[in-house]
């Protein structure tokens, strides 16, 4: 068969470690396809932010996406980003490389995507230009700016929080003016966004572990001749496989850089936390099912 | 050839006299059509609603109601004596007004585009009444509507920040002077049309007397701006909800406290308002599917590349730089332009010897250019729509404002420390 | 054409209305530490896509959309007038164009919820083929109108 290229789409700024695990990604599958499977990345938000890209993959005008807005897919993929779930990336990598994992995968078909894999956005953290948080009389009353993601939104405001919708690009000035008290980042975006220069006090709770979701257009991938998406299925394992091995350096740097600029961390006891979520998982469970969170939940806690 | 189908149908269409937001369309259209991009039938759509999903950009709508509740309710009007009675004699003087008017926008909103709506409300209506050509008060609107961008807080300047990784307090602090530099210039432009032309000038020389009285009738509406900006930098409100704010205050100074504003009035301004955020607003949301197929079709990345391979010496090289990101800045808005450019081309202009803050806010003037430069100009449409002028008119109008920032762009170029001084007072 | 103005200004003011008082309400809750009404900004949102596709149909109606009118006005009439009506027919077929895509797209996304409401999302996307219908009503009307005026102008 002719050459073919694959448009893939990202929101991660080029150079970030996502953007270099695509192409990573891009050149693994070219060698494994001897050059008949061509990746043509789209870093920046190019080609659309997470939402669009979505969209975009799930009609056809892109073949491959990653981000971490879920809801044209399943919603239900959502149930990673439950309070507490996990208690550290290797507790994550374990769970989705075991059933739970496939059986995620297995969702937003009947919608015209094909999940290939999950790479970790990463853990949460609060970052604030009060002061430290270390119990939950900190964080009480406290205004953080949250992703427009529900649940997200409900774990804040189980834990005493006041959540605010702010649109990303108007966070930095948000901060500075202290519209909004703080943040609850993933460390890598804390330090992008350059929010350390208007939010000092990080606390190290990772109360939510979030996904970038790695999938492609369903259509697309199921005309791909069988070696061909042979070979991708091994280049998407090889590439989270390499991703993951990279996380523990980047986030000892960042740490190092980001205490040079003056940034003041403390590690939160999570257990009074903890005891807050049990609402949160009721809700969810009614939303996303009772008995897909239970798995989930039994999962993570057996692997601990 | 897909490039050349879609920049040439769009330029035959808009010469042809079709508006521009339909002729980027139609553009779209016929190059996926018979361009054989394959894309589905569902992506023109996506693409255009994804186009016109901004919320921080809803402080265009939130302006315009304000600019037009303040016209009808009195403030207007009362502003502009006291500004008459400050440049009334000076040649020109109203479009000095109109400048310095962006300039405190310009510290309000993030986004050119809102503060250009927030102006072109107030300050064309009222240059019409004293006489001044609606062709020039559009052209000077425009230009000075990119002061926004160039002064903090600035939305664009936190792009760039992010994008290049650079210090976005250190940005912000640079674009001081630079902000001021192109004021002072656009100012000269406008004293320099107005003795030339010989613009109508007040008669009556103000006195002490005439001076604090209309000052002191104009109080509740000058307090307004500082009212908005006192919003944001205490910490109440965003740069768009401070627009709502704006219009609220409008709304009890033009009821409560001059007594001009009627309940009859606010249909009318509010119609005048939504028909004037659709034919902008349209025309970013299918300026996206057209940045869409520029993209993928990497014309900006091979534009970027060109520079990168002919290896010359530091003013040239910052002369391309500065020339693909106008080029580009041309068919793609702002945002997307930066974003696409932003990381090839920052490198290549830092390693031509130019200070990082330095670059950072050349990046911005020039893309600042690029909004009152037809035919995609962000900003002319929005004057062209408050006035009811067509794009012809305020483009030859515009001429000596290009000339000026231009100029502004050299000085920046020549003068590292415009750009680098501060910041570095400020220790960032 | 003016029943058409009328209704698109009617629904975009209400849009209009919506817009402004959730930015307010969004102000508010922040300023008196209300929690619950985390979801102003999504009807901000919504509310805006509306301002700005009814918006478009109505400066359409009013002829207010920017153009380079230059050169046209400097051809022969009947040339000009030939223009105009390549420019309405083309008006059209974008309309057309744009529902026929805004149908596509809503066959796979009408329902995929909204954030935080989890509304369905065409109570956002259906701007999309409400537009598309503005602008071949728009075209419509136009071809009529000009018809019915060189009828009149022979009879
Ligand atoms: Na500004
Ligand atoms: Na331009």
């Known amino acids: 068969a002719e050459a073919q290229t694959l448009r893939l789409a990202h929101a991660s700024s080029t150079n970030s470690l996502i953007d270099q695990a695509m192409h990573y990604f891009a050149d693994d599958v070219a060698k494994r396809t001897g050059g008949k499977l061509k990746i043509q990345d789209f870093p920046n938000a190019e080609l659309g932010d997470e939402g669009p890209i979505a969209d975009g993959v799930g009609s056809g005008s892109s073949d491959i996406g990653l981000g971490g807005v879920v809801d044209d897919i399943d919603p239900r993929l959502n149930v990673l980003a439950l309070p507490f779930l996990f208690s550290d990336l290797n507790n994550v990598h374990r769970v989705l490389d075991g059933p739970v994992g496939t059986e995620l995968k297995a969702m937003g078909q009947n919608h015209g995507y094909q999940m290939l894999g999950f790479l970790d956005s990463g853990f949460r953290n609060f970052a604030n230009s009060r002061h430290p948080i270390a119990t939950p009389a900190d964080i009480k009353g406290m205004k953080l700016r949250t992703p427009p993601i529900s649940v997200i939104l409900d774990t804040l405001h189980t834990l005493g929080a006041l959540p605010q919708s702010i649109p990303f690009g108007q966070v930095y000035t948000a901060l500075q003016s202290h519209v909004v008290d703080g943040v609850e980042p993933e460390l890598r975006d804390y330090s992008d966004e350059k929010w350390y220069e208007v939010a000092k006090y990080v606390s190290i709770s990772n109360y939510i572990w979030t996904a970038n979701y790695w999938y492609m257009n369903k259509d697309r991938y199921d005309a791909l001749p069988a070696d061909e998406r042979a070979a991708l299925d091994a280049s998407v394992a090889d590439t989270t496989t390499w991703y993951r091995a990279q996380l523990a350096s980047v986030y000892a740097s960042l740490d190092t850089s980001l205490t040079a600029k003056g940034v003041k961390f403390n590690t939160v006891n999570t257990v009074p936390f903890q005891a807050m979520v049990a609402p949160v998982y009721a809700k969810y469970g009614k939303i996303w099912g009772a008995d897909l969170v239970a798995q989930v939940q039994q999962a993570a806690k057996a692997d601990r | ?428 | 054409m003016i029943w058409l103005r009328r209704l698109s200004g009617f629904l975009g003011c209400i849009a209009l209305l919506v817009m402004v008082a959730n930015t307010l309400l969004a102000v508010a809750a922040r300023y008196f530490g209300m929690t619950g009404f985390e979801w102003s900004y999504e009807v901000a949102g919504i509310a805006f896509i509306w301002v700005t596709f009814l918006g478009t149909v109505l400066a359409e109606t009013k002829g207010e959309n920017a153009a380079f009118t230059v050169l046209r006005d400097a051809l022969a009439p009947w040339l000009a007038s030939a223009l105009t009506r390549a420019a309405d027919v083309a008006i059209g077929l974008i309309g057309l164009t744009l529902l026929l895509s805004s149908i596509a797209m809503l066959q796979r996304s009408a329902f995929v919820p909204t954030p935080l409401l989890r509304w369905p999302g065409f109570v956002q996307s259906g701007a999309a083929p409400v537009l598309g219908v503005g602008l071949m009503l728009i075209a419509l009307l136009r071809v009529f109108r000009r018809t019915a005026i060189q009828r009149s102008a022979k009879a």
């Open chain 2, 1 to 428: 050839m897909i490039t050349g189908l879609l920049i040439g149908s769009f330029i035959l269409l808009l010469l042809l006299g079709i508006p521009v937001v339909w002729a980027m369309a139609a553009a779209v259209i016929l190059t996926t059509t018979f361009g054989g991009i394959g894309l589905p039938i569902a992506w023109l759509s996506q693409q255009v609603l994804h186009g016109a999903d901004s919320i921080t950009l809803s402080a265009i709508p939130l302006f315009l109601l304000a600019g037009g509740v303040m016209n009808k309710g009195g403030l207007t009007h009362r502003i502009v004596g006291v500004a008459e009675d400050v440049f009334g004699r000076v040649p020109g003087g109203l479009g000095l007004v109109n400048v310095a008017t962006a300039l405190v926008y310009g510290g309000i909103s993030g986004s050119a585009t809102a503060d250009t709506g927030a102006v072109a409300a107030i300050m064309i209506p009222a240059m019409e009444k004293r006489g001044y050509p609606r062709d020039f008060s559009a052209a000077v609107t425009a230009a000075s509507g990119t002061l926004g961008m160039i002064v903090p807080p600035s939305v664009i300047l936190i792009l760039y920040g992010v994008i290049t990784n650079t210090s976005i307090g250190g940005l912000f602090v640079a674009g001081i002077l630079p902000g001021l530099l192109v004021c002072a210039a656009f100012m000269l432009v406008a004293y320099l049309v107005g003795a030339r032309q010989g613009f109508q000038r007040s008669e009556r020389r103000p006195t002490i007397v005439s001076f604090s009285r209309d000052t002191l009738r104009a109080l509740p509406a000058l307090l307004m701006p500082l009212l908005v900006i006192g919003a944001i930098v205490g910490g109440i409100a965003t740069a768009t909800e401070a627009a709502a704010l704006a219009l609220v205050y409008a709304l009890l100074v033009g009821f409560l406290v001059y007594r001009e504003l009627s309940w009859r009035d606010l249909p009318g301004i509010a119609l005048e308002a939504l028909s004037t955020t659709g034919a902008i607003m349209m025309i970013m949301a299918v300026a996206t599917p057209f940045a869409w197929i520029l993209t993928i079709e990497q014309v900006p990345m091979m534009a970027a590349g060109w520079i990168t391979g002919l290896h010359t010496g530091p003013y040239e090289t910052i002369a391309l730089v500065l020339l693909v990101l106008k080029v580009v800045g041309f068919w793609i808005d702002l945002g997307p332009a930066l974003v696409i450019l932003g990381p090839i081309l920052t490198p290549i202009a830092q390693a031509a010897g130019f200070g990082p803050y330095q670059v950072g806010l050349l990046f911005i003037v020039t893309l600042g250019i690029g909004l009152f430069t037809p035919p995609i100009g962000t900003n002319i449409f929005v004057v062209c729509n408050v006035a009811r002028i067509d794009m012809w008119s305020v483009s030859r109008r515009l001429v000596p404002f290009w000339i000026a920032a231009i100029l502004c762009v050299v000085v920046l170029v020549a003068i590292p420390a415009i750009t680098q001084w501060l910041p570095g007072v400020f220790g960032l």
